[in-house]
C-alpha cells in the first residue's frame, strides 16, 4: 500500500472524495425511501415497505462485520480496500436500476410480483457489502486526534443531501423512477470514481506501524454497545422528536426541517473543530450529556417557543455526538482492523434500527414525551460508555 511521504495528519483530497462517496449513498437511500412504498402498492404489497426495512436492517447486523473484516484482508493481502468496494458499488448500482425496469416491464408479470421484494432487499445487501470498507477509509485518511474533524466533512455532506427531500419530494417524484433511480446510480459510481482517481490506498499512517497494534474481544463488544445506543438516540432524535416539534410549531414543515438539516450540516463543521481543540471523548461527553439534559427539560416544557429554541440546542448538542461516536470507535480499534471495527459499529447499529422498525411502524407516531425520555436514557448510557474509555482505549500512533 502506498503511504504519504510528508505524513499529513488529514489527506484531504481522498477525505473529500470519501465524502463524496458517503453522499451518493445518502442520496440513494433518500430516492429507495421516496419511491419504494409507492412501488410496492403499485406490485399489491401496500404494507410490506417496514417490513422490508426490518429485514434489510437484520441481514447489515451479519453483513457489515464480515464485509469490514473482510476489507481489512484484503487490505493486508493486495494493499486496498478497493476491489471490494468496487464489487458492492457496482451490483449496487446495477441493481438500482434494475428497480425501476422491473417496476415497468414486470407490472404485467403477475405471477413474477413477488421476485420485486426480493430486488429490493438484494440492493440493500449490495449496499452493506461496500458501507463498511469505504468508511474504514477514514481512519486511514486522518490521524486519530483529527479524526473529528474530518468526520465532520462526512456529517456536513449527509446533512446537505438531507435537506433536499422535505422540499424536493414532489419534484423528484415528478421526473419518474427510470430517471431517477438512473441518476442515483451514476452519481453513486461517479463518485466512487473520483475518490479512485485521488489514489484512496493513502494512509497517514504505514501498514508496519498498524500491525504492531492488537485487537482485544471487549473492545468489539464495546463498540458494538456504542453503535447501538447511538443508533436508538439518533432514531428518537431525528425520527420522532424533530419532525413532531416541527409539525406542533404550526409553521412550513416542508421549509422548517429544510432549514434544520442545513443547519446540523454546518455545525458540524465547527463542532468538529472544537473536538480536536479540546479532545474528542470531552467534545462528546459535552455532547451526550447536553443532548440528554435538554431532551430531559423539553419533557417538561409547553412553550412552543422554548421548545423551539430548546430544538436549536439540540442540533448543536447532536452535532458534537454525530462527530464523536465514530471517532471514537476507530480509537477501540487497531488501525488494521478498522474495517472489523466500523463493520461491528454498523452492525449494531442495524440492529437497533431493526428493532426499532420492527417495534415502530409508523415513524413520528411515538409519543413526544415518551421519545424525549427514551431519548435522554440512550444519550446517558451512551454517555456512561464513553466515560468508561480510558480502561479500553488502544493506543495509537499520532501527529
Do not use: C
Not at 481512519?139 to 455532506?157: C, N, R
Amino acid at each position: 500500500m502506498s503511504t504519504s511521504n510528508s505524513k499529513p495528519s488529514i489527506l484531504w483530497f481522498q477525505l473529500i472524495g470519501l465524502s463524496l462517496v458517503q453522499g451518493a449513498i445518502s442520496l440513494t437511500w433518500l430516492l429507495y425511501r421516496l419511491y419504494v412504498p409507492q412501488l410496492l402498492i403499485t406490485f399489491g404489497f401496500p404494507d410490506l415497505f417496514p417490513t422490508i426495512l426490518v429485514i434489510e436492517n437484520a441481514l447489515g447486523v451479519i453483513i457489515e462485520p464480515i464485509a469490514g473484516n473482510f476489507s481489512d484482508r484484503q487490505r493486508r493481502w493486495l494493499g486496498t480496500r478497493f476491489p471490494l468496494i468496487s464489487l458492492g458499488v457496482i451490483l449496487a448500482s446495477g441493481l438500482f436500476i434494475a428497480i425501476p425496469a422491473f417496476y415497468i416491464f414486470g407490472q404485467s408479470l403477475n405471477s413474477l410480483h413477488w421476485i420485486f421484494p426480493i430486488l429490493l432487499i438484494l440492493w440493500a445487501v449490495a449496499m452493506a457489502i461496500f458501507r463498511s470498507p469505504v468508511t474504514a477509509l477514514l481512519g486511514q485518511y486522518a490521524v486519530e486526534t483529527k479524526l473529528p474533524q474530518a468526520m465532520s466533512i462526512l456529517i456536513f455532506m449527509g446533512g446537505i443531501i438531507g435537506a433536499i427531500r422535505p422540499i424536493s419530494s414532489q419534484f423528484i417524484l415528478s421526473l419518474g423512477s427510470g430517471i431517477t433511480f438512473t441518476i442515483g446510480s451514476l452519481v453513486l459510481l461517479g463518485s466512487v470514481g473520483v475518490l479512485r482517481y485521488f489514489n484512496p490506498d493513502l494512509s497517514v499512517i504505514s501498514q508496519s506501524e498498524e500491525s504492531a497494534q492488537k485487537l482485544y474481544l471487549r473492545n468489539l463488544v464495546f463498540v458494538a454497545l456504542l453503535g447501538l445506543f447511538a443508533a436508538w438516540g439518533t432514531r428518537l432524535i431525528l425520527g420522532e422528536v424533530f419532525p413532531q416539534v416541527i409539525k406542533n410549531s404550526g409553521g412550513d414543515v416542508k421549509w422548517i426541517m429544510f432549514s434544520g438539516f442545513i443547519l446540523l450540516a454546518f455545525a458540524s463543521i465547527p463542532a468538529g473543530l472544537f473536538a480536536v481543540k479540546i479532545g474528542n471523548n470531552k467534545a462528546t461527553l459535552i455532547g451526550l450529556i447536553t443532548t440528554a439534559m435538554l431532551l430531559l427539560f423539553s419533557s417538561f416544557v409547553v412553550n412552543k417557543l422554548i421548545i423551539i429554541l430548546i430544538s436549536l440546542l439540540l442540533i448543536a448538542s447532536y452535532s458534537l455526538v454525530a462527530n464523536g461516536i465514530i471517532p471514537i470507535a476507530f480509537s477501540l480499534i487497531p488501525s488494521h482492523k478498522g474495517g472489523l471495527g466500523i463493520g461491528v459499529y454498523f452492525g449494531a447499529f442495524s440492529l437497533a434500527m431493526s428493532g426499532y422498525d420492527f417495534i415502530v411502524k409508523q415513524p413520528g407516531t411515538v409519543n413526544l414525551i415518551i421519545s424525549y425520555r427514551l431519548g435522554m436514557m440512550a444519550f446517558l448510557i451512551t454517555t456512561f460508555l464513553v466515560l468508561f474509555l480510558p480502561k479500553l482505549t488502544v493506543p495509537k500512533i499520532t501527529q
